[in-house]
């Protein structure tokens, strides 16, 4: 019975034990993905990024896909629609949206149903151009549906008030005169938002009422308070959100024009243009930042990888050494005798490895006693400097110049067959050492009008377009 209680005791502890550590497991990936979704979302809003944002949604998805995590692949969808909304794929954000309402349901859980309901209302919002597509009833249907499930979350309670007033504006571009109660119910759903974010002491939710606001007034007639609520943008926007400021540019053009004012109109569209080329080279720039991080990275691995096989081949031979030296003191001294011959051929051998190995982790390096100055040498003369490197051991030269003279020559047909100069190749070896043309055309004394020709010569040989390309295939290839 002792027995029987202590097995139960010892496979309890153990279950526990395993309970534990799973949920532990459970916790550290919805971690992750939790810090995905942070990430993309600053991505978005600070960097407008939104390729970026969506690639880490996206990974997040993966994350909750392979850990069977429902609510955070819902929540995960909501964001992922919200971003397709922003870069103008509402067919794929409704699908996204929809998902997310049915994971949501299946969890019940409110706030991720709030949120998957918000995003399929501003989809309708934002997807109704003409009087046939709108569907600005279903939207609001959405929305009220939405707001109580939104409970404590200020920031989507204010957004789907926001919305709302959006959607009841919407309702009246089409009339003409304008349905006084509609327009009303979208001024008070504003007036809500703002006193909601007021009341939480949100500043930067208060702020997003101009946009709206602006809509609202201009809708209304009153064209100074729409002017107004698009110069409160303009003050609040940081000086680099081109694309917020742009929108309100083209706002305050559109009002402008509609009080008869050309010299404002034509003013406020140039500021428009202005910002949204400011725009265009803004993003322009993240993206050549971008392809040089890339290359950076690129280059930096290339090199890592090449160092860590030299360091293994190195790490290699010496435990080859120092096994042959134990095995000398083993077997006593007639065999330590043979064996300290057999040591001096294997030091020989290191210093072949040695020597061709060298080319590859340092291609730049030129000497005669290096495989690149012996790649230009006559067959004899090779025999010579190999036999000056191995003294005492003729037939290892011998065997050592037979294998050296093969790589030479293996080499010196590559070169031939692309027809590359001498001079090429040394531009391709300080390329793959990460130099830049002027310190290039420090190092072989020529300009740099010159490094760049042969750089350019090179890529027509190579039939490559980029120094990531080129030293890609010159290393494939085998010419470094």
């Known amino acids: 019975m002792k027995l029987s209680l202590t097995v139960y005791s010892a496979l309890s502890a153990l279950l526990l034990v395993g309970a534990c550590a799973q949920n532990r497991g459970e916790v550290e990936e919805r971690n992750r993905i939790g810090a995905l979704l942070d990430e993309s979302a600053r991505t978005a809003k600070t960097r407008k990024d939104y390729d970026r944002a969506t690639k880490l949604v996206i990974e997040a998805m993966e994350l909750a896909d392979r850990s069977s995590d429902k609510a955070m692949k819902s929540y995960a969808l909501s964001q992922l629609a919200r971003l397709d909304i922003l870069t103008w794929r509402d067919a794929q954000g409704w699908e996204h949206a929809v998902e997310a309402e049915k994971l949501a349901r299946s969890c019940d859980t409110d706030s991720l149903l709030a949120h998957a309901l918000f995003v399929k209302g501003k989809l309708l919002v934002v997807g109704g151009i003409t009087e046939l597509e709108a569907r600005d009833d279903e939207a609001i249907k959405y929305f009220q549906e939405a707001l109580p499930l939104a409970g404590g979350n200020t920031e989507l309670s204010v957004d789907i008030l926001f919305q709302l007033s959006q959607a009841y504006v919407n309702k009246n571009r089409f009339n003409n005169p304008i349905d006084q109660d509609i327009y009303d119910a979208a001024g008070d759903y504003i007036a809500k938002a703002i006193g909601l974010a007021e009341s939480r002491g949100r500043k930067d939710l208060i702020a997003k009422s101009s946009t709206y606001t602006m809509r609202y007034y201009r809708q209304g007639g009153q064209i100074l308070e729409g002017i107004r609520s698009c110069q409160t943008i303009l003050e609040d926007c940081p000086e680099d959100d081109y694309l917020s400021r742009s929108q309100a540019w083209n706002n305050l053009t559109m009002l402008w024009a509609q009080l008869g004012n050309l010299e404002e109109t034509a003013a406020a569209h140039q500021q428009y ?176 009008h010159t490094v760049n020709n042969h750089k350019q010569n090179i890529y027509a040989k190579l039939d490559v377009r980029s120094v990531s390309e080129m030293l890609a295939k010159a290393v494939k290839e085998g010419l470094l």
């Open 273 to 448: 243009v202005y910002a949204c080329e400011y725009y265009m080279k803004q993003k322009a720039d993240e993206t050549l930042q971008d392809m040089e991080t890339a290359y950076q990275s690129h280059l930096f691995k290339a090199r890592a990888r090449d160092y860590k096989r030299v360091t293994i081949l190195l790490s290699v031979l010496t435990l080859l050494l120092i096994s042959v030296i134990i095995q000398g003191i083993y077997y006593g001294r007639k065999i330590k005798a043979k064996n300290m011959e057999l040591s001096a051929s294997n030091m020989a051998k290191e210093q072949l490895i040695q020597l061709v190995s060298r080319e590859f982790a340092y291609p730049g390096i030129a000497g005669e006693h290096t495989l690149k100055g012996l790649t230009a040498l006559p067959d004899d003369k090779i025999r010579q400097h190999i036999a000056g490197l191995l003294p005492g051991n003729p037939a290892l030269a011998h065997e050592v110049a037979d294998y050296v003279i093969s790589v030479a020559r293996k080499k010196s047909e590559l070169v031939k067959h692309y027809g590359l100069t001498a001079r090429e190749m040394e531009v391709l070896r300080l390329c793959q050492e990460g130099l830049s043309a002027s310190e290039m055309a420090d190092k072989i004394h020529v300009s740099v």
